[in-house]
């Protein structure tokens, strides 16, 4: 099974800024990577797949970025609407998610 | 517009057997490259992919459950059924279906673009 790794588990950030969260395979998944934004209480929501594709109706600040193992998630400037806790998804083989990345406010 | 609800006990005891009933709305089954999978998250942990079922009724379990897990669906009423058998507490999770829509015909190659709200399961005695 493909493990993957999120880096960081957390972090603390202000309205406008640039976040970058990483997430990383344990074997190439060549573009067969999907982000996932969850608020609590709610169900996760799609952001990006195939590593760089922009979700229907996601704005734009979302982009993402990577092939083989190593991909990176950003949000270019922080909108209060955007706390939440990240998860990437590997959909090369049967799925597996990370661990996420919460982002709160600063 | 495409939807999913889930349904189930919300409360089951050890050692028993959870049923869950996806039920969906927007879209067939029947339809090349449409494909349903259930997916769990324990709380305040992270999300983790149980089955997944797709048009062709091929069928696809996590290694760590396959075991326990059956998934399979009925087309005609628009729903997808889960099993669990030997529940434990450390099952305790809310449980997500969602759907799954490939164009290029293998659903593992694609995300989960529409999910349901959850259904909370607790396992106590």
């Known amino acids: 099974d493909i493990q993957m790794t999120q880096s960081p588990s957390s972090l603390s950030a202000s309205v406008g800024d640039r976040v970058t969260i990483t997430c990383r395979a344990s074997?190439?998944?060549?573009?067969?990577l999907n982000w996932y934004q969850q608020k609590p209480g709610k169900a996760p929501k799609l952001l990006i797949y195939?590593?760089?594709s922009l979700q229907s109706g996601v704005p734009s600040r979302f982009s993402g970025s990577g092939s083989g193992t190593d991909f990176t998630l950003t949000i270019s400037s922080l909108q209060p609407e955007d706390f939440a806790t990240y998860y990437c998804?590997?959909?090369?083989?049967?799925?597996?998610f990370g661990p996420g990345t919460k982002v709160d406010i600063k | 517009q495409v939807t999913l609800r889930e349904s189930g006990p919300a409360l089951v005891k050890p050692t028993q057997t959870l049923t869950l009933t996806c039920t969906f709305s927007?879209?067939?089954?029947?339809?090349?490259?449409?494909?349903v999978s259930w997916i769990r998250q324990p709380p305040g942990k992270a999300l983790e992919w149980l089955a997944l079922?797709?048009?062709?009724?091929?069928?696809y379990y996590s290694t760590s459950l396959k075991t326990r897990l059956t998934i399979s669906k009925d087309t005609s009423k628009n729903q997808v059924v889960l099993t669990m058998t030997n529940m434990d507490p450390v099952d305790t999770a809310t449980y997500y279906c969602?759907?799954?829509?490939?164009?290029?015909?293998?659903?593992?190659?694609?995300?989960?673009?529409?999910w349901g709200q959850g259904t909370m399961v607790t396992v106590s005695s």
């Open positions: 969602a759907r799954i829509r490939a164009p290029s015909g293998d659903c593992l190659h694609d995300a989960f673009d529409i």
């Open positions: 927007g879209f067939s089954l029947s339809t090349s490259g449409m494909c």
């Open positions: 079922i797709d048009w062709d009724d091929d069928k």
């Open positions: 074997q190439s998944i060549s573009s067969y």
């Open positions: 195939a590593a760089s």
């Open positions: 998804q590997q959909s090369y083989s049967t799925p597996s």
